[in-house]
């Protein structure tokens, strides 16, 4: 039986206490908002939930309350990457972190456990399955709570626990057994993302007891959002990103599309990298860490990479096709700008994505019987319609984003092409009467057909199929020819988003009316479709948007000369240490040295980010290289 832990003495810390804290061990004069609450009630020993946007610091939230907290806290994260990335982070800061897992050799795994049992260990990372282990669960675990205690359970990327989240892992619904064996020890859940359903499957499935829930805004405003149609011009957007510079992620679907973008980019002189589940595990993690460590610019991947990512500074993710729901779409663009610092998410789309989209959804059937797996496909028909309804859209792009994940915005947000860049609206009820006719007419006859068909019957196409069917004999046969089918296509999707047009997801899909469709036919409703902006207005407005939205700030010659320089020597010392660049500071930090160019210890200690450890680890260094180049001037 575990022994129970004394009340936590740091729940009374006051506010100097804890902002002294702060500072000393992470190098912030502030919290971030919704932090401290977070922070006094891991403090207090309760169970919480924590939802947290990528970027808005919860790693913090549990790893304070660790150094306050009698014990070592247990912290389970899904990723080998994560947990070593996490403890190479804490230690730059002076913090006593480590980690159990397979990538551990000889008696290394036994000295870790020893100076846990030692107390010379504040934060354990594990992985789910790791703590599971029988001998493990019950056998070190119970020593560590009756040696050294154990402060907290901190369930780390809480979403894998659910079926209903966007990166489930079975291993994770064996996470309540921790309250069973360990009954008085607090466990804290964080995630980036979770919808209401999520939450509380969450809560039921670790078995919280009365948790404290904190919801921060989803909200990420120093992202810019664009959805560009796809052109032939398409790639040579992509390349003018990539060599403005800064670190940027290219999403594809497919491992074969992966391939060819890197090889093509390679090829015009940008260095980029593969990833995807095809390479074998060396050649990914070499890739991964070079990316890392800055000595590439660009990875091209699949959704495969970036769970276990904690690179601050990527300054823009484009998805160069059609991510395959909303949630993932905010993860995966959400992996840009996590310093808090502006950056640019671009997602490329027409009308191809759709149908690639369609044709994976099809595959889903059972692999025995090759049946459609009719609830597998019904939800990811579902997630498409939803990612169709954000690129589409003509109204702010955040608001669609929070609404998803149930949180009110109305905007504009000033950082979105929808908010800022002039939208036209045409007036598209005839040509929508006459797409609605043709359903009724056929309807009338008794026949049923899917988009396609109905398009060809109104461009006056003649096709074997439609000649057999005397569809030629059609009242509206021809009368749209003066549309392109993909514009034809694109008003369908837009009349299934605004309920005014059914299909049907049963097998076969065919297009029926609704309550809506008659009231359109009757001339009761009118439809609108937003005219795509010229690319010359649209690259004019982008111009006069607010800096702090989407763009760094821009530092004059002198310091971003000193910018680059601070950026050289942190790469230098990076490579000493053979950890990423961003391990010894943050873009941010360098940006504030460039700016109050401090020259002592003293100054230099104010830098945000600069805490006791990284001072004596990194003053001299730095204000010395700022030294020189004050001189050099």
Known sequence: MSLPLPPPPAASLGDPQLLSALKTHFGFDAFRPGQEAIVRDALLHRDLLAIMPTGGGKSLCFQLPALLMPGVMIVVSPLIALMQDQVRLLADNGIAATFLNSSLKGSEGSERMSALLRGEIKLLYLAPERLLMADFLEGFLPRLQQAQGISAFTIDEAHCVSEWGHDFRPEYRQMHLLRRHFPEVPVFAFTATATVRVRADIVRQLALIEPALHVASFDRPNLFYTVTPKSSKTYGALLTQAKKGGAGIVYCLSRKRVNELTERLQGDGIAALPYHAGLDAEMRRKNQDTFIRDDVGVMVATVAFGMGINKPDVRWVVHYELPKSLEGYYQEAGRAGRDGEPAQCTLYFGPGDILTAEFFIAQKVHPATGEPLVDEQRNARQQLKQVLDYAETSA?????????????????????????????????????????????????????????????????????????????????????????????????????????????????????????SWLVLRGLQTVTLVAAPKPEKEKREKKSRSKSAAEVPVLGSAEEQLFQRLRTLRKKLADEQGVPPYVVFADAALRAMAQTQPTSLTTFAEIPGVGAAKLAHYGEAFTAEIIEAIAAR
């Open 396 to 516: 702010c792009r955040r608001s669609v984003q929070l609404r998803y994940f149930g949180e009110d915005f109305s905007g504009p947000c000033g950082a979105c092409d929808n908010c800022t860049s002039t939208r036209v609206e045409e007036d598209w009820t005839v040509p929508a009467q006459q797409l609605l006719s043709t359903i009724a007419r056929l309807a009338k006859l008794s026949q049923r057909f899917g988009a396609g068909h109905i398009i060809e019957i109104l461009r006056g196409a003649k096709t074997e199929k439609l000649i057999r069917q005397n569809h030629e004999a059609l009242s509206t046969y021809g009368i749209g020819s003066d549309k392109s089918a993909d514009e034809w296509r694109h008003l369908v999707r837009v009349l299934k988003h605004q309920n005014l047009l059914e299909e049907t997801q049963d097998g076969y899909p065919v297009l029926l009316l609704n309550a809506g």
